[in-house]
């Protein structure tokens, strides 16, 4: 197992989040928690867009992308842009078979 790995940088209103390793179950709730103070961070600034940069995350599974649609929806609410970049193909593959390609990248 490949332990997550989050990095963040801040550059011309838009913070990226680099995340690399598995995304699963167990790992889920570190993603969470620093995405959602991002988000409340994006909010209070205003005009900030948040990128999720995944082009090193080795695995995702169901949490995974459950996290990943809840902290979309919260976006929304709040009316912060958020994407996923740098996605690999498999991970590309596994957001068309969900359908969620349409509301994450």
Known sequence: MEP??????????????????????????????????????AGRAGNVAVVIEVSRLSFIDAAGLGVLVSVRDHALRQQTPLRLAGVPPAMRRLLRITGLDVHLT
Do not use: C, F, K
């Open 4 to 41: 997550l790995h989050l990095t963040t940088s801040r550059r011309n209103g838009t913070v990226t989040v680099a995340v690399s390793g598995e995304l699963d179950l167990a790992t889920t709730e570190p993603l969470r928690s620093h995405l959602l103070e991002l988000l409340r961070e």
